[in-house]
């Protein structure tokens, strides 16, 4: 398994551009150091850096008990996952600690590069004051169930971020936009239950940190989803990309899956 990152490349095509983009896809940096993705970065100058959740480690115990209370007939299944991930958590706090500045320095650095757009996934329950005063002073998007309208090598995109909590009347708002729709949103199984039949053009997600350990080309593992989760990494149905993720915030190894940076060549048809 390689020890620093690597870059992964996709190439996708769309009618509803005119001009070529290079976008960067950056998930669950977990606030572990990311030198190495910082350095791909600079290497492979996108247009657009995306990140799509778990930036930072931010919880509110009324919006997990919410969570939580929705998933409570099906939760016994997903125990082994759940016992899997509290344990190696354990470990992994005194091998690899997380920091609030480890993000916050990568995502100074990353503001330098490339215009720079965050949404938000799971462990950014709560984001506190001092959070938003640094994205606001770095010029970095938030995008919590929002969107915004950007200008890039002369196309005009449609960029939202669909939350953990997601806000479906605003999804809808969203979908109905003219021109070129770019979602990110941080939990791939809501492709299918909330994205799939919408007119939008291009999901990012990751959260499932590509299933851990990967055997003939399957994740196996994730610590939400449970085994073998349909959306581990890569590109499915032409308009979904899931990263594999930047980090390993758990003790276990990521087997036949090294953290990578996603780059996607979106060229117009």
């Given at each position: 398994m390689p020890k620093h990152a690597v870059t992964t490349e996709y190439t996708l095509?769309?009618?509803r551009l005119t001009h070529?983009?290079?976008?960067?896809?950056?998930s669950d940096l977990h606030e572990r150091r990311?030198?190495?993705?910082?350095?791909l970065l600079r290497r492979k100058r996108p247009d657009l850096i995306l990140i799509a959740?778990?930036?930072?480690?931010?919880?509110?115990?009324?919006?997990r008990a919410l969570r939580q209370g929705r998933k409570r007939v099906t939760r016994?299944?997903?125990?082994?996952?759940?016992?899997y991930n509290h344990a190696a958590m354990g470990i992994l706090s005194r091998k690899n600690p997380s920091s609030p500045e480890n993000a916050t320095a990568f995502l100074s650095q990353a503001a330098k590069l490339a215009p720079v757009f965050?949404?938000?996934?799971?462990?950014?329950?709560?984001l506190l004051e001092e959070d938003f005063a640094f994205l606001k002073a770095h010029n970095i998007t938030l995008l919590d169930n929002s969107g915004v309208e950007a200008t890039v090598r002369g196309e005009t995109l449609h960029i939202g971020g669909l939350s953990t909590v997601p806000d479906e009347a605003w999804l809808e708002e969203f979908a109905q936009k003219d021109g070129f729709k770019l979602l990110l949103c941080h939990h791939p199984e809501y492709f299918d239950m909330l994205v799939a039949d919408k007119d939008i053009d291009l999901t990012l997600s990751g959260h499932n940190h590509g299933g851990q350990i990967r055997v003939f080309g399957k994740g196996v593992l994730s610590s939400r989803s449970g085994f073998f989760p349909k959306y581990d990494r890569?590109?499915?149905?032409?308009?979904?990309?899931?990263?594999?993720?930047?980090?390993?915030?758990?003790?276990?190894?990521?087997?036949?899956?090294?953290?990578?940076l996603v780059m996607i060549q979106l060229n117009p048809s």
């Open positions: 095509s769309t009618a070529p983009l290079r976008l960067a896809l950056v990311a030198d190495d993705i910082v350095a959740g778990d930036t930072f480690e931010r919880y509110d115990d009324e919006l016994w299944l997903m125990a082994p996952a759940y016992l965050l949404s938000l996934g799971n462990h950014e329950q709560k890569g590109v499915f149905d032409n308009r979904l990309v899931v990263s594999a993720g930047c980090s390993n915030p758990v003790a276990l190894p990521r087997w036949g899956n090294p953290r990578e």
